[in-house]
């Protein structure tokens, strides 16, 4: 999108019915663009060949995501606005999970020429609604034709001044912090995916005559997360030794920080989170009855669902006065050469309330082709 140009006259009107292969790419340009938020580090945005962002720390911290059609998101799921929204915030957390303040998105889109102007122009309201709590820009990027909707975003962040937070810096005696949702993005999915049993009406799931207000908020979480962005830097500077993004699972995204910093994790039982209590009557929605059943289903979403984009960090315990507002603690880092650790074989790993975890269960991109 760094190429736009005014449009050309006798531009082809976007209006309804409108699809992508009636325009020019300077014409959709000259739609997209007026929709997308600047940033306020961006002395030179789009119109020339790059855009330039203004960084009063040397280091800039990068990174890049991408989402395909029919695997990350379905159309008849999710509007163009949902889909925009989720592209942002994946990659805004990100930046976010380095103690970084995200400052502007790069955003490519390859879409059909079927695809509709409409679906386009709610793809880059999503993108400024996903920008709006940090202040980040979208300030370029580029369009191509395709045979289906793949979106690639890259993020920037600003350290400010800070080391960056890096997944391997956990020690023995940190405590161990989430902030955000767990479990709620894969409740929305396991909903969505069971539709022909919830009926979904606008902004509500009804079930039986019932409307379930729990139920749309985990459909809203899946479409479109709202991660704690803000966090990401108050748990920099309230002294966080390591931090990651959740987008995988809870268990497998603490297994990459144990690693990383050759600790053991033990995370407290997920059943006395409040996101357990909140995830039930989601369960049995889906499951179709009470009990245990729907107890492993909702346990399962908070410990290998992926994609709410919380906040998982080690904190030294002497700066536990210092979380931000909705921090909880939920863990403790321990030393492989710890007699809890026995049970992993004195290796870097996750424990579950003392006992081994299954860290690898959650998604991932390959297993799940």
């Known amino acids: 999108m760094s190429t736009a140009e005014p449009a050309p006259a006798g531009a082809v009107a976007a209006g309804q019915g409108a699809r992508v292969g009636d325009f020019s790419e300077e014409e959709l340009l000259a739609v997209i663009t007026p929709l997308l938020p600047r940033g306020p580090q961006t002395p030179v945005g789009t119109g020339d060949d790059c855009a330039v962002l203004s ?6 911290a990068v990174s890049t995501d991408v989402l395909v059609e029919g695997r990350h998101f379905r159309t008849d799921w999710s509007t163009g606005r949902d889909v925009g ?5 994946q ?6 999970a380095m103690g970084a303040r995200p400052v502007a ?3 490519g889109l390859v879409m ?11 793809f880059a309201r999503g993108l400024a609604q996903g920008c709006e709590p940090c202040g980040a820009g979208v300030v370029g990027g580029d369009l191509s034709g395709g045979d289906s909707l793949i979106v690639s975003v890259t993020v920037l962040g600003d350290l400010e001044g800070r080391a960056p937070v890096l997944r391997s810096g956990a020690r023995p005696g940190d405590a161990v912090v989430h902030v955000g949702t767990l479990g709620r993005s894969a409740a929305g999915l396991a909903l969505l995916s069971a539709g022909s049993d919830c ?4 902004g509500a799931v009804v079930h039986s005559g019932q409307e379930h207000p729990q139920a749309w908020a985990c459909i809203e979480a899946f479409r479109a997360p709202a991660p704690p962005l803000a966090a990401g830097r108050d ?12 987008s995988d699972g809870l268990l497998r995204d603490a297994g990459r920080i144990a690693r990383a910093s050759g600790v053991v994790i033990d995370l407290d039982d997920p059943g006395d989170l409040p996101d357990a209590s909140f995830l039930e009557p989601v369960a049995a929605l889906v499951s179709g009855c009470d009990g245990s059943a729907t107890h492993a289903l909702a346990r399962s979403w908070l410990l290998t669902g992926g994609e709410d984009h919380g906040l998982l960090a080690t904190v030294p315990a002497h700066a536990l006065d210092r979380l931000p507002a909705g921090a909880r603690v939920i863990g403790r880092v321990l030393s492989p050469q710890s007699s809890s650790a026995r049970a992993l074989g004195y290796r870097p790993g996750v424990l579950l309330a003392g006992e081994p975890a299954q860290e690898h269960s959650g998604w991932d991109h390959f297993s799940h082709a």
């Open 235 to 246: 748990l920099a500077l309230a002294g966080a030794t390591s931090m990651l993004d959740v």
């Open 85 to 89: 929204a989720r592209a942002a915030a």
């Open 91 to 96: 990659n805004l957390a990100d930046a976010a």
């Open 105 to 107: 998105l790069v955003v």
């Open 55 to 60: 960084f009063p720390d040397s280091r800039t």
């Open 112 to 122: 059909p020429a079927s695809t509709p102007v409409g679906w386009v122009r709610d």
């Open 199 to 202: 009926a979904l009406g606008s």
